[in-house]
């Protein structure tokens, strides 16, 4: 299993969407796991953090499920700013540095 | 509050050209310091981490090198670059108990590279 996989997309939805995306991990030791955001041709930024079962902030919302080893990523109510790239992002086994997926990139169209 | 600067932003180079790409952090001491690679379509790739001055971690072997002369500086090179260095280069900064700890990754605005 790769360190981090995720669905490369793209998430086509309209507006007012509820849409969510899956990231499967294989660092088992982890204990905390994060969902970056990367607007086209910019730098990645922190969007949330995930330490236990889940975090929500507003319309996302981040679960958790280790028995499976994967994090989802839960949009609502989606908005056209929400179009970009969404990455996962997982200590490695070591924790010296930070693995990033790939990418799951979102399209929010009116 | 803190910032990152690299520079430059973009820039085209030949094959077999150096290549010297900066990084300067404000407002923090004691960073810890990466430079990350993105090529077009792919994820992006670890290439150097320095948790203080002198101490480089090399992730991948390449013909790319870094050096960390200052607390705050972060230096990226090459001695001759190949096709395959073409990508989005990314410097980051995290705090000292940060980074795989609490996610904490601040990134630099990039330097598109593309190399003919």
């Known amino acids: 299993r790769k360190e981090v996989e995720q669905d490369p997309g793209p998430f086509n939805v309209p507006e007012g969407a509820t849409v969510a995306f899956n990231c499967t991990y294989s660092n088992s030791a982890s204990q905390s796991f994060f969902w970056y955001r990367q607007d086209c041709r910019k730098e990645p930024k922190l969007l949330m953090s995930?330490?236990?079962s889940g975090n929500e902030d507003g319309r996302f919302t981040a679960q958790l499920n280790r028995a499976s080893q994967y994090i989802s990523l839960l949009i609502r109510d989606s908005k056209l700013s929400d179009s970009a790239t969404y990455l996962c992002?997982?200590?490695?086994?070591?924790?010296?540095?930070?693995?990033f997926g790939t990418g799951t990139r979102l399209l929010v169209s009116p | 509050s803190q910032t990152i600067h690299q520079w430059p932003a973009t820039l085209v180079q030949p094959v077999g050209s150096p290549l010297s790409l900066e990084c300067t952090v404000e407002?923090?001491?004691?960073?810890?310091l990466y430079w990350y690679r993105q090529a077009a379509g792919r994820g992006l790739q670890l290439l150097f981490y320095s948790v203080g001055i002198g101490q480089i971690s090399s992730e991948v072997p390449q013909n790319l090198s870094a050096s960390r002369p200052q607390d705050r500086q972060f230096i990226l090179s090459s001695k001759k670059l190949l096709l395959s260095d073409s990508g989005f280069y990314l410097c980051?900064?995290?705090?000292?108990?940060?980074?795989?700890?609490?996610?904490?990754?601040?990134f630099g605005e990039g330097s598109r590279l593309t190399v003919l």
């Open positions: 992002v997982v200590p490695n086994t070591g924790f010296q540095k930070l693995v």
């Open positions: 980051a900064w995290s705090p000292l108990a940060g980074g795989p700890y609490t996610g904490e990754l601040f």
């Open positions: 995930v330490y236990s």
């Open positions: 407002g923090t001491s004691n960073p810890n």
